[in-house]
């Protein structure tokens, strides 16, 4: 498979660059029997959706989503969904004056000597704009899981450059333009952003997020291990640039006393594992981390080069977020989302008839 | 596919167990042409090989491995190349007693709850054992990468709980038993490694690795992303918890000012974003770090649960590596040889025939 | 991957049920720098589109297609290939009446019982009407073969009922409504149309294909043989119940002395293999022939059972091909691009820098 | 995936060639808990065997199965299963005066074309020996068929050359060594062989297989439908040459009254289809036939070409089957195994719980 699919059984394929006629993708493998409308869909893409607070790109684009398949009288049918997105508000010209140039930390160069061309606008197929689709197609996920397993996901930010989030208060989440689980934060958050918009300049982020009442048994051993599949899942979002499971890089200093978690019949007494043992989910929070990079296109002048090899100066004054990660947050639970449905039904299908004979031990000791 | 291939044109498929007959994979797509024996391989296995230090687990497998097909006159046909290690020094006894229990941190409990049994004996499948297959493979991919396009794999432990090595001398790795690139700081974790193997407990690590001159172009947006795939590769390797690519989690903190790789024609300014722009190699050095937990195996008392869901203490006694980092470092340089490997089939399949007309950016600005 | 793909290096994701909103597809690893517009499909769909004489249906689809992505100025990018076809004549009424019945000979029964329920208007995914999709994706294939290759691909109706074509005319073709090389035969295959239109029932066709100029080497032993793939990709269309390779199954009386194709420096002195030798193309003309079985909907009197497990009597009233065998001619040819294609791309990966050293046999020795 | 995987969640990958050390496969996807020895697989490898009557190829190999992994305490355990035969009789020094020559019908140029080189022993990878891992890989599957899901296989001779099975004794097929269900026409066989043996010419054959008990709802529309990937299945045998699933190439000339099943509450009427409507089996025995060309290895003076491009004569004098077909027969019946057991798994995937409350139709009325 080229690289536009994700997932095994549960396959999303997304097509669609920023500045073309439409995004869109294909669902494939999806259960039948789920009821499922657009509104369904479109809930999760309005919160991926730009221009909502003066945080984000003030691109305005409605990302109204149109279901062409695999949904008859209300609920999927088995064969593959289509969906698609059209693209409404491309400024193209934006883009012309840096049509020959490479912007710095951007895929310009990259692609270019990779397919020999590229598509300037908006960054074409690099853009952010794709995650739409996989929001779309995360939704689909999501709700399957939450309907018929019980599994619930639920991402954050929880460092916006130097501000990190100090608690977590679900409520707070989706009060404040930065998906910050804590008010106060939040509230420096604008600050330090205003600022930053004015400085011209840009800050990475990390973003948090946890499933829970996930089915003990998701995982295939040895390279499908569900932390494998979500690390790809995970640094598959453009500017990820780190991921970690559970403790994540704290481990690196932790003695073995510590970091395994101990099992009692009433519960696990810790997780630092993050709910992933041996590539198998054990029933815990399965919990994660990933770090987003700055910005690349920021309206400081940036030393690069252009299409002809020549020295050059990079201003970028198109319509962009400051800090990508803030939106990005949806794109987190969607990603997740689908690599948990890929894996319930990979379990599915080998182990379906499995009885183990064993208790399952509860994801944590009752408060 | 179920879980136990890896990758798309370059195939890896393993199988066995840690105290079954034989260990073992197949590897699928690899050009003819590509001179090889089985020394080849075996130089890469002793480096992983267990019982060479005080260090590490006492087991002593002499790892051999037997190339059962795909090789005809010295070099590669094009066909899959079966290769085999049979399984020596299996001290099953050692496991017996921990046959009816979880040990915390280990994968025992998710096994019998996905499989419905597991294989005891030393770990089964989720035994670390499994990935001297890895080790083969990879070498494998190495050598064509080395031959075919100049490409350099390095890894090292940059990391031993609370030890950082200082300084990066590659000739210093082969020369202490930590793949260590800092002699003072090896001497330091050999003392510590000291103290720990007497207190009973274990520790993590970190572990860095480099791939140079690795041509730009290689990586497919959207999922297969360069990066993406090592995440997986690396984050599929036991006991990993953290992936980074560049500069890793250190990018929440960065401005886009900071992290931005500028060009000149002469060469890359900088390298934060670890070689890879929108998911293709731009290449520069790519760059990633691990983070591998303390071992769940230890000596000192855990409380768990057994087979019947009762309480019980578990000890274990068996050989052991009392930080299993220490014999990842070639795990890590096989299993980023076989992204690089696959990556580059993929990249000739669609793109062999590219000419952009834009000459490529040096690595970096000559010293 | 669900069963929506096809290809390994050129994939095509397919939706769209035949009373949907839309059907279209996804291309997936198309090299970049090809010229592509909307036109160069459409005179492909234009030759499988329905209504265009009175042997098939009357539905009248325009099938119009749009390149929602991968496309820029011209050439297409190495990015996914978004193509959308909406349906318009949708005459869902025709369709009520057998809602609750299983009609003999299609899928309704089976669907039913692997989904749970149907989209029964037309068929729903079952419905040839599919195949537009894989005619528009075939196209772009077939462009590639046939500028950067040189590789021809051409079928025809080599039999309908009892009615053989007797000779091999390529300009007769498109001259008449049935894909027939052989002016007189497609005049008594109207003639036996009409008697059967008249009389309610449908018949059985078969479909022969020839590409020529296809390189040696393609094809991956041992399950992915080009004739495996061919066999795969022409079974997957609707209706057809029989695939040959070259001599077929002729071949089950024939001795090794006539059918082994002798070789000489000048060229092949037969080709009873239809170009194929242990599954990799030879240089000769890639044969192979397809059974289609005649139309299930027929509007004679058939005896079936309905959803509730009861007995009645299905009459089909709707608007059909009473010989589906006809419009699949551009079916067959764009099934058999997207192997080829697949296996260009397969055959660049693994050995673009392979050189035998041995002359390249002529397909045939010249007249 | 390169080429020599098949199945998507339960997935053989082969390797090794005809004089090499070993060949051998991986099975992985299996469920766990099936009760599995190397004796269930030696019963069906003794089966294809060579050497076992005049009419086989006189080379000994004892073709004795190892399980190297994925068993455990005499069940699976759900990690892949890795199984070794060691190549024993090689008589390579047969094949030392073709090395230089492409054998008329062989692999030879096309391999050479491909790769550069190849492996002139005994065919290398081309040779039909690596079916005996299929065979022991199908034998899993079979096993898993039989005892979860009461599905019965069952291949036979159906022709050799001019001469048909006029019935079909299931009780007869092991009697002779033919596998051929009619003890008179087997007797016409023995006959036959004996004089193409004395005339050193080889001829070709026909196989059918049926499948009954096949639950209803196996195939994935619409590329994956369970008749195309039988077809690839088939097709994917050495020396196949034609496909029929179901009346086959009967259905050319058959009208819609004719082929459609009807169907009772109390079964269906027919079985024209060969259990398979839309892709997916309908409950009904599925059938299938292929047709098998003759050796081509035969005693007889052929013109060909060497690897130099100059004219040569080619005699083999190797061991071989006169009729490659007869020991196919359990080849046939291993690879429509493992179709249908990869199939029981992606249906259980998406569709485990789906319950359609319309009754099953019984595959015939009882008589």
């Known amino acids: 498979m080229p690289g536009n699919s994700f997932g095994t059984l549960f396959t999303v ?22 009821a499922l409308t657009a509104a369904d869909l479109q809930v999760e893409l309005d919160r991926r959706k730009p221009g909502q607070s003066r945080h984000t790109t003030q691109r305005r684009e409605p990302d109204e989503v149109e279901i062409l398949s695999g949904v008859f009288e209300g609920v999927t049918t088995g064969t593959p969904i289509g969906l ?16 020959d140039q490479f912007r710095p930390g951007h895929a310009d160069y990259t692609y270019l000597q990779k397919y020999g061309l590229r598509d300037y606008r908006g960054g074409g197929r690099s853009s952010a704009r794709e995650t739409a689709t996989r929001v779309a197609a995360g939704a689909i996920a999501r709700k399957y899981l939450r309907e018929r397993l019980g599994v619930e996901i639920r991402a954050w930010l929880a460092q916006l450059g130097p501000i990190r ?24 958050m604008a600050a330090y952003m205003d600022a930053l918009r004015k400085e011209g300049d840009s800050i990475g982020a990390r973003i948090s997020v946890v499933a829970s009442n996930v089915p003990v048994g998701l995982g295939e051993p040895v390279f499908d291990r569900l932390d494998a599949d979500i690390a790809k899942a995970l640094m598959s979002i453009n500017a990820v640039k780190g991921v970690e499971i559970g403790d994540g890089f704290a481990v690196v200093e932790q003695k073995g006393t510590e970091h395994g978690d101990e099992m009692t019949p009433a519960g696990f007494l810790s997780n630092h594992a993050g709910g992933i043992l041996g590539g198998i989910s054990s029933g815990q929070d399965i919990t994660a981390s990933i770090a987003i990079k700055p910005t690349s296109s920021i309206r400081l002048p940036r030393r690069s080069v252009d299409i002809h090899g020549e020295p050059c100066e990079v201003i970028t004054t198109g319509r962009h977020d400051p800090c990508v990660g803030i939106r990005a947050v949806p794109i987190v639970e969607a990603m997740l989302a689908l690599v948990l449905m890929d894996h319930a039904l990979r379990q599915r299908a080998q182990n379906a008839d499995v009885r183990s004979g064993t208790p399952v031990i509860p994801a944590k000791i009752p408060a």
Chains 1, 2, 3, 4 share one sequence.
């Open 13 to 34: 394929t997304t097509f669609g660059e920023s500045h073309g006629p439409a995004i869109g993708c294909v669902v494939d493998g999806c259960p039948p029997g789920l």
């Open 84 to 99: 698609l997105i059209r693209n409404v508000d491309q400024r193209s010209k934006d883009y012309g004056k840096i049509k």
């Open 165 to 188: 989030a100090q608690r977590l208060d679900w409520d707070e989440i989706p009060n404040n333009p930065f998906f910050c689980p804590d008010a106060e934060a939040a509230e420096r």
